[in-house]
């Protein structure tokens, strides 16, 4: 059996290299920290066993020993087509950075776990990354060692810095489409009320209606609190009453597709007889049944920028801007259509 072999799954130990290169443990220690006392011969010899054995400091350990980890973290409420949307965009920001990421999760939904961002940072904050960015964050008024960005956070804009979506604008998309195509009756089923951007999205609906000079009818708003159960309850109740509306526009996607799935049930034909607009543009959408109007947030644009905003901060570069708000777009497909079923 050759020196080489170490049982499977287990860590490989610096006294392995050291062992299987034939030198102390110390010289080893002195090649991965990069310190002064070895020849480039043994340099040479200990780096190539090191990659053959597939060596790696525990990132714990790296930090204690350089106070940087080269890690940075996306900490999340848990794992759902948003934070994931999130993460795709931070993986495409870190490449070519020299950092590594690691994604957190508080398992679980964010109003059983109000403040997890202040638990979590404080476990991974200067021992496990260098800086962090908390998507959808309950509170902002964090304070730690290191950098951190918050993406779409409950309360808005806070001290640090953010990146989001313009969720009014996007709603007024929603509705002014809805409107173009001669809807008057318009429910909605509305998000969380803790939100910012839910509280956005119902405004944006509101003053749609306003600038079109069509009466809104208080009866046809539903609570749906980007919950895919409650909204599809939310729609069922809309679809139910003596004069229900012809369109629907959703605080969300996943609360547009429950709506599209209540319809499906109840026999409603989308888009001949309801039309239904969400918001987010996750990939879900383009698969529903009919495949979703929706207003797109960039959501993978807005972890990229999160990821590169925190690279800047941990140069010690200034931010050219403190709280990036970027546009939302109407991407239009088969849920809408006149009343009556024309495109």
Not at 110 to 137: I, K
Not at 151 to 173: E, F
Request: without cysteine.
């Amino acid at each position: 059996m050759t020196r080489d072999h170490h049982p499977t799954g287990s860590r490989v130990t610096m006294q392995q290299v050291a062992a299987e290169a034939g030198v102390s443990v110390s010289t080893v220690s002195k090649v991965i920290n990069g310190r002064y006392g070895v020849s480039s011969d043994t340099f040479d010899h200990v780096t190539e066993i090191v990659s053959r054995l597939g060596y790696e400091a525990s990132l714990v350990a790296r930090s204690l020993r350089n106070s940087r980890t080269n890690v940075l973290g996306v900490l999340v409420a848990d794992f759902e087509p948003f934070s994931t949307e999130v993460l795709k965009g931070a993986a495409d920001a870190i490449r070519g950075t020299g950092f590594e990421l690691v994604a957190y999760s508080a398992g679980g939904r964010v109003d059983e776990h109000v403040g997890w961002e202040r638990r979590y940072l404080s476990r991974v904050m200067g021992t496990l990354v260098d800086g962090a960015v908390l998507v959808t964050p309950t509170v902002t008024d964090v304070q730690y060692d290191g950098p951190i960005v918050a993406v779409d956070p409950h309360t808005g804009r806070s001290s640090l810095p953010t990146v989001t979506a313009d969720n009014l604008q996007g709603a007024r998309l929603g509705v002014d489409h809805l409107l173009g195509l001669g809807h008057r009756r318009i429910g909605m089923v509305t998000g969380r009320p803790d939100l910012v951007s839910a509280r956005l999205r119902e405004r944006g609906f509101r003053e749609a209606h306003a600038a079109a000079g069509v009466p809104l009818d208080e009866s046809l708003l539903r609570l749906g609190a980007f919950e895919q159960d409650q909204a599809g309850d939310a729609a069922r109740e809309l679809l139910a009453l003596p004069d229900p509306p012809t369109a629907i526009f959703a605080a969300n996607d996943l609360s547009a597709i429950a709506a599209l799935e209540v319809a499906a049930e109840l026999g409603i034909s989308v888009p001949e007889q309801l039309s239904v607009v969400g918001f987010d543009n996750i990939p879900d959408s383009a698969l529903s049944s009919p495949p979703l109007t929706t207003v797109q947030q960039p959501i993978r644009q807005m972890g990229h920028d999160a990821i590169a905003m925190l690279v800047q901060m941990i140069a010690g570069e200034e931010l050219a801007e403190t709280h990036v708000t970027l546009e939302t777009t109407l991407v239009r497909r088969r849920s809408t259509a006149a009343p009556g079923g024309t495109p």
